[in-house]
């Protein structure tokens, strides 16, 4: 009896194996469901919530620039040289400090190791103040700038009366000098006086003079003064350094009796000296170079183009001089630092309606509706909402499965079939199915009341409702 009652038990359960795997198998698909979505029919009069973290402007800034530190740090794309640049410095003065500054302390003047970290700090400083920095990048103009632009364009064009190509120049008078304006296809604006496109790094840089690949950033109105300051102190930091290599490899001789005695004494000071001599002629070239354009007050893009020469024009000047060499220096060197026009650490705010982005909440927050409230607070119950089709809820109490199912009103009708993982609900503003998991003890206490309300909805479904607001 008990072997039939066994086998008559193993018979009847033959069934349900494929049954609870299906069952299992949904319940994964239901737990991978995320959070609730809601699909909105208009979402031009829907305020709604943002389920993205708002981003900072660097991170959708459009030239080709590099980023770091949370937008502190602007760079070029190009910075393969500027690491040469530092590792030049950093390797010959550590040599110069590991095998010349003790030697030199001891026999010459215990000054010689202040002096030489003294400009080696300075060199690195400025460097990284040059490379890090913002060079005075212009923002290309928003969508409305751009099309208040063109409407301009338009208008000045329809006024000659024929058809002509659109004007894309302006001029304007600077201390009596007509300057024209040329307009930048790329970041759509009428560029400021001596600016310029700057084609690698994609950006119109103010008082453009030239993109500098051995500090790895365009050189501007904002980051010239520092990159003056590093060629120059660049190169008295390296006549400095070969004066010592010299002075070190000459008294060695003198000590061990030959040149060649010297050199295996201390090779690393012959290596010192040949990097050095081959930066001081090259470095000090380039700072004489633009000492003399900081004295005429331009820039190498203004010099090379010939922008203020008299060959083009009898009475051209430049009228961004202020007169003598010595006023332009001060005004390079000790006139006020500008600020940046770009405001790397704020905060994207995208081209869209004022609606859609009054609320704005962190990330991990689902996208819902804001429903408006009624006079005492309560949440309205519109003729949609009673017009919804009522939820049947089934429980399998072998596998712990929910199951929804809606059922018209009118005839009474399954609309679809049961499905064991999320419920299907009716948005209150736009009428369209959503999704959102109820868990066992959140529908417990809503299948024990069934009592219908005056207004001809049971409290299941205010409840059902409520929970989905």
């Known amino acids: 009896m008990n072997v039939g009652q066994e086998s008559g038990a193993g018979n009847g359960s033959t069934t349900h194996p494929s049954q609870q795997q299906i ?24 305020n709604y919530i943002s389920l993205e973290m708002p981003k900072r402007k660097w991170e959708v800034f459009p030239g080709r620039n590099h980023f770091y530190c949370d937008g502190r740090i602007m760079m070029a794309r190009q910075k393969g040289i500027f690491y040469l640049t530092l590792g030049l410095i950093v390797v010959t003065s550590g040599l110069f400090f590991a095998f010349d500054c003790v030697y030199l302390w001891e026999k010459v003047s215990e000054a010689i190791p202040v002096i030489g970290v003294l400009l080696f700090l300075f060199v690195i400083s400025t460097l990284l103040r040059t490379s890090f920095s913002d060079p005075g990048v212009i923002p290309r103009a ?65 008082n453009f003079d030239h993109h500098c690949p051995w500090v790895g950033n365009c050189v501007g109105k904002r ?29 060695r001789s003198q000590e061990e009796g030959s040149f060649l005695e010297a050199i295996k004494y201390t090779p690393a000071s012959l290596i010192e000296a040949v990097i050095t001599f081959g930066a001081v002629w090259s ?107 009522t939820l049947t809820t089934t429980i399998n109490m072998e596998t712990n499965i929910e199951t929804a199912q809606l059922v018209s009103k009118d005839n009474g009708t399954p609309n679809s079939t049961p499905t064991k993982c999320p419920y299907q609900e009716t948005n209150i503003d736009s009428m369209t199915p959503t999704t959102k998991r109820k868990s066992m003890p959140e529908m417990q206490p809503l299948l024990d009341e069934e009592p219908v309300s005056p207004d001809g909805t049971s409290t299941l479904e205010r409840r059902f409702m409520q929970s989905d607001l």
Request: with cysteine; glycine share 4%; hydrophobic share 35%.
């Open 23 to 46: 069952a299992v198998e949904k319940t994964a698909e239901a737990l991978a469901c995320q959070l609730p979505t809601t699909q909105v029919s208009d979402p031009k009069s829907t």
């Open 142 to 206: 928003s969508a409305e700038e751009e099309a208040a632009t063109e409407r301009q364009i338009e208008a000045q064009t329809q006024q000659t009366g024929t058809y002509r190509p659109p004007s894309r120049f302006k001029e304007v008078v600077i201390n009596g000098q007509n300057i024209k304006l040329k307009y930048c296809f790329t970041c759509k604006i009428f560029r400021p006086p001596r600016s310029s496109h700057c084609s690698l790094c994609d950006n119109c840089v103010e």
């Open 223 to 251: 980051n010239y003064r520092f990159f003056y300051l590093f060629i120059v102190s660049t190169t008295i930091l390296s006549i400095f350094v070969f004066a010592c290599n010299v002075t070190h490899l000459v008294l």
């Open 283 to 389: 470095v000090f070239g380039l700072a004489s170079f633009h000492t003399y354009l900081v004295c005429k007050s331009q820039t190498t893009n203004e010099d090379i183009k010939g922008t203020w020469s008299t060959k083009r024009q009898r009475d051209n000047f430049n009228p961004f001089s202020h007169g003598n060499a010595f006023s332009n220096c001060c005004v390079v060197l000790c006139g006020p630092m500008h600020p940046s026009l770009l405001d790397r650490r704020g905060f994207y705010v995208p081209n869209v309606n004022v609606t859609q982005t009054e609320n704005v909440i962190p990330r991990g927050v689902p996208a819902l509706p804001l429903p408006n409230k009624g006079e005492n607070g309560d949440l309205p119950v519109s003729e949609a909402v009673i017009s919804m089709p």
